[in-house]
């Protein structure tokens, strides 16, 4: 159980694309989405947090103009990077969880991670 | 503030050698703690976790127990192989905040 699905896995484009990146979770519902990125060698960095029906967090830095995100449904929520640069080629994961009330911690559930590639 | 702190890597280890990775924590509350394991070219997957003190995680032979008195959760195994290279990664999830290490990267030579 607790899959998630995250498409594309590759994604090669030319500079002033916008590339969009889907995430769902197949057999739970997600109350709340993470994006994070990953530089080569290096941790995640968290960029934004999604709940359901609402805009998301983004964390400090990151652009929400150029990483435009939506969690339309419990289950769905994709990551738009706009208007893309050669800068902003990385590895881009989401993941889910399920949030059961205060003291109840539920892992996140990663995709498999977008590596997006911009010429 | 609540945060995570794994041992740094590269840890580069003969197969059926034993393997143990350490993770400290500092939280306010009451954490949960979680390995996670990401291989080349993938994303992250849940390797264990414990919610409670004292709780001991384990899969794939891999174990970690959740130490308040010392804030720990290392991680252990008897007898690494070839496939356990990867990059492990040591998290505290609390309300609906999660704190991910840096990162181990291991890897088992034959």
């Known amino acids: 159980g607790a899959v998630v699905s995250q498409h594309p896995s590759r994604v090669i484009c030319k500079s002033g694309t916008s590339v969009k990146i889907e995430c769902r979770s197949l057999?739970?519902?997600?109350?709340?989405m993470f994006w994070y990125r990953q530089f080569p060698k290096q941790s995640l960095m968290l960029m934004a947090t999604?709940?359901?029906?609402?805009?998301?967090?983004?964390e400090q830095g990151v652009e929400k103009d150029k990483f435009l995100i939506n969690h339309a449904s419990l289950t769905l929520s994709t990551l738009t990077v706009t208007s893309a640069h050669p800068e902003d080629s990385s590895f881009y994961i989401c993941?889910?969880?399920?949030?059961?009330?205060?003291?109840?911690?539920?892992?996140?559930?990663f995709g498999d991670g977008t590596r997006l590639s911009i010429l | 503030g609540d945060s995570v702190t794994q041992m740094e890597g590269p840890v580069t280890l003969s197969e059926e050698a034993f393997l143990t990775i350490n993770c400290t924590y500092t939280a306010t509350g009451y954490p949960s703690l979680f390995w996670y394991v990401q291989y080349p070219g993938e994303g992250l997957q849940l390797l264990l976790k414990a919610t409670k003190a004292d709780d001991k995680g384990s899969n794939k032979g891999f174990e970690a127990t959740y130490r308040k008195e010392t804030t720990s959760f290392h991680l252990e195994k008897g007898s690494v192989q070839v496939s356990d290279s990867a990059v492990y990664f040591c998290a505290l999830g609390t309300g609906n905040q999660f704190y991910f290490g840096t990162g181990t990267s291991l890897t088992v030579i034959p």
């Open positions: 057999d739970f519902q997600a109350t709340t």
């Open positions: 993941s889910a969880t399920t949030f059961q009330g205060a003291g109840r911690n539920q892992p996140q559930h």
């Open positions: 999604s709940n359901e029906g609402s805009k998301a967090t983004y």
